[in-house]
């Protein structure tokens, strides 16, 4: 079975600071892991996905992410935030066995200050 | 043009009462769910429909009954609404796997029970 722990319930930041939010999995099989943002009184979207090859991935907004398997880690990562990046991020992992089933982590609650 | 639209967005109806929650998807994608999330943000799933086939019916009360009248819409009918169902329900639905699955979220549905 797979699981995803963020580590942080929230994390608050000043604005045009760097951030990271960050991301641990657990699975006995490869997986593909994901980052999604959902904006207050909105549905998730996707910020970016790993499927395989450069572990480093770029996302919309200027965030991105490093997949370490030796650290079961996908570390989600914006060098300078801004007020509208305030958020709750969402990390997921799915399996690549053919399921369909994604788990969610708690969620994340980025709150960006000026 | 609305990737994946969920009708109502918002329901307020009284304990005891049923209600349905509507969606419908125009992204041509065979797989769609219903999610759950509760006011600390937790998201987990209900149900998952292939090509109109539950595959997916994690432990959920049997009030909750999933209808896939076709691969585009996946209903959501609650019986005997009870205090503890008020959350805010989403509508999905994914790529195909070798994509990674990833999922695209409706808006919403914010359904408080009185």
């Known amino acids: 079975a797979q699981s995803v722990t963020q580590l942080d319930s929230q994390v608050p930041v000043f604005e045009e600071a760097p951030v990271e939010l960050r991301c641990n999995y657990s699975?006995?099989?490869?997986?593909?892991l994901f980052w999604y943002v959902q904006y207050p009184n909105q549905g998730l979207q996707l910020l970016l996905k790993?499927?395989?090859?450069?572990?480093l991935v770029k996302g919309i907004n200027g965030f991105e992410a490093e997949f370490n398997k030796s650290q079961t880690s996908f570390h989600l990562r914006k060098p300078s935030v801004h007020i509208s990046d305030t958020a709750e991020y969402f990390c997921?992992?799915?399996?690549?066995?053919?399921?369909?089933?994604?788990?969610f982590g708690a969620g994340t609650r980025l709150f960006v200050k000026a | 043009d609305t990737a994946v639209s969920q009708t109502p967005k918002y329901l307020v109806t009284q304990m005891g009462n049923d209600k349905s929650i509507k969606c419908e998807q125009n992204?041509?994608?065979?797989?769609m769910y219903w999610y759950k999330q509760d006011s600390k943000k937790f998201l987990k799933i209900m149900f998952s429909?292939?090509?109109?086939?539950?595959?997916i019916n994690e432990t959920v009360p049997n009030r909750f009954s999933p209808k896939s009248p076709d691969k585009a819409h996946l209903n959501l009918h609650i019986n005997s609404l009870e205090l503890g169902d008020s959350a805010v329900y989403f509508c999905?639905?994914?790529?195909?796997?070798?994509?990674?699955?990833?999922?695209?979220f409706g808006e919403g549905s914010w359904l408080t029970v009185v």
């Open positions: 999905a639905s994914s790529v195909n796997r070798d994509s990674g699955n990833t999922i695209y």
């Open positions: 997921a992992v799915s399996d690549n066995t053919g399921g369909f089933k994604t788990i």
């Open positions: 429909y292939n090509n109109k086939e539950l595959i």
């Open positions: 790993y499927l395989s090859g450069s572990t």
């Open positions: 992204l041509g994608h065979d797989t």
């Open positions: 699975s006995s099989v490869s997986v593909y």
